[in-house]
């Protein structure tokens, strides 16, 4: 007998973010530049999602604050329904589809069945939060030139 | 004229852990152990907060998740409203007294006064959430020994 090992790379790497929803980014990223005592170094819409996104650095992990662009968006939902407050975690992977292939094995419902683009470069994927006691886990993994 | 620039070393390290309030650890550990693809490595019961708490290692931050041990417990409560989710960051700090000086200086409210001991050896001060859109936030400080 020969016990096989599979070397293949599977992790989470570490929280990539967090993800704030927000009434407004304006307000919002003032008060955790103050916060976090850092400035917001990059802002950026992600048309598809309806979102405009604004991030701070925090050594190894990013805050991503969240406003919603219309009133379709997913973020003002959230708002509307719970108030601001933290939307996601989001985890750093290195192989997105190895790690969704692992999940849905392991019982965990993909909110989309192929990576996605999200904001900041990356491929994204999301997980029910039924799945995960009431939390919203987003994968993401860097893309090329990130 | 002289400028004056402060060097104290004032600064958020990382996001040391996301506090996640759940039903029940046993069930919820394994959950997260998958999706982590890591084990539970403690548990411990922070009998003054009336929670029992289990964290998981993710690179450089954790899951710490939070269990209610009577009605009374802040977790309860919050899962009593919300549902279980994500309940609080903590960011790590140096020196938790001067960041809690800076941050009341800023305008931000702290619910404890002073450094209160928490789960895994840590000190630790939350603010208030109205001051933080809607985000319970800690900051903890390792104690010698940890």
């Not at 996601?88 to 069945?113: P, S, T, Y």
């Not at 900041?120 to 090329?144: A, I, M, R, S, Y």
Request: proline residues 3%; hydrophobic residues 40%.
């Amino acid at each position: 007998m020969q016990a096989v090992i599979n070397l293949q790379y599977l992790d989470m790497e570490k929280i990539e973010h967090i993800g704030i929803a927000v009434n407004s980014i304006a307000d919002a990223g003032s008060i955790y530049e103050k916060l976090l005592n850092t400035s917001v170094y990059k802002t950026e819409d992600v048309t598809s999602e309806s979102v405009r996104t604004a991030f701070l650095q925090c050594g190894p992990n990013k805050i991503e604050l969240l406003e919603a662009l219309n009133d379709d968006s997913p973020i003002a939902k959230f708002i509307a329904k719970r108030g601001e407050g933290i939307h996601h975690i989001a985890f750093e992977v290195k192989d997105i589809r190895a790690e969704m292939a692992r999940l849905k094995g392991d019982g965990f419902i993909l909110l989309n069945e192929e990576p996605k683009q999200g904001a900041d470069n990356k491929l994204v994927c999301f997980l029910h939060p039924k799945g995960t006691n009431g939390v919203l886990v987003e994968l993401c993994q860097n893309q090329e030139g990130n």
